[in-house]
């Protein structure tokens, strides 16, 4: 007979790829945004410290959200694999990221409010 195997590790796995999925769809939201960038730190003491970013700086972030990005898409698929997960056409097309059809517009956009911004 047929057995499901629901082991405690397959279902850490699970938990790891549901919050890496959001994490990815969190990123591509900051990265798809035309606005500018604000950081928030809660500290222990619930103080909340603010820091808006100037255009290099959001450079920097937009590279090290693109690195991270990077590494959880990477490590999502083989997780899956390992554990017998599955990832529904929708997962997968989030993991891979936008297109280039669609990057070149999001491209375009970010160009256009880089010029509007120097105005």
Sequence with gaps: MAKILDTAEQKEALREITEGLKV???IDKVLASSSPLCLGILSDNK???SLDTHTSESG???RLLGKLRA???KKIPAQADKY?????EEERTLISGPSKEEKGVEDKKVRKNAEVTKN
């Design 24 to 26: 990815i769809q969190d």
């Design 47 to 49: 103080l909340k410290i």
């Design 60 to 62: 920097q972030v937009e």
């Design 71 to 73: 590494k959880i898409a």
């Design 84 to 88: 017998h997960i599955g990832l529904s």
